[in-house]
């Protein structure tokens, strides 16, 4: 294991729940000085107490580890707050609405960041009855494609997978369609605003 519950990372969740030293001690049934060594970086908590330390702080024992708190609030179900993570290595592709501490064979993921599609990943859409057809201009290889296509709206997301040597094309329902997002394999995730006309 190359992380393990840092001194620091209990000083600050204890503080942050109010708790002295000794109220925390008691709580784990160890002694206030146990604590101490903790803190001081004289000592580490045994593998057993990590979740009960988990469950006092109420985190994950994920996140105490990691040092990295996650604080979700309320994103009233807006769609176009969704967070995308890939694994590098196998990717899977994991939606999320709000913070998340995910792993995928071990390496901690991190939301991709958007940008902007570049002549490189040039977009076509276009009204079909109540659909949008969606194509990309991309080649499709094993080594480089288009992983994924979603569209956003307020209140919907539509998600279809692409494959390698597959088309890199894609139906939607126009459902108030204001973003559509796609991952390129090497370029990573990108997207391009589109407020449609109508639902």
Request: contains cysteine; proline residues 3%.
């Amino acid at each position: 294991m190359n992380q393990y519950v840092t001194g620091s990372v209990i000083r600050e969740l204890r503080e942050k729940n109010h708790l002295t030293q000794a109220e925390l001690a008691e709580k784990l049934c160890v002694s206030d000085k146990t604590i101490s060594k903790w803190e001081t970086a004289k000592g580490y908590p045994d593998l057993t107490l990590l979740e009960p330390i988990a469950r006092i702080f109420g985190v994950s024992i994920t996140e105490l580890i990691s040092g990295n708190t996650v604080n979700n609030v309320n994103v009233s179900a807006n769609m176009m707050r969704s967070k995308f993570y890939v694994c590098p290595v196998c990717g899977n592709i994991i939606h999320c609405m709000g913070e998340a501490v995910i792993h995928c064979h071990g390496v901690l993921l991190t939301p991709s960041e958007a940008e902007k599609t570049d002549e490189n990943h040039k977009f076509f859409i276009e009204r079909v009855e109540d659909e949008y057809y969606v194509r990309i201009e991309h080649e499709m290889t094993k080594h480089h494609y288009i992983s994924f296509v979603a569209a956003l709206s307020s209140d919907h997301i539509q998600m279809t997978k692409l494959y390698p040597e597959g088309n890199p094309e894609v139906r939607f329902k126009r459902n108030g369609v204001k973003k559509i997002l796609f991952y390129c394999n090497r370029d990573g995730l990108l997207s391009i605003d589109y407020q449609s006309n109508g639902r």
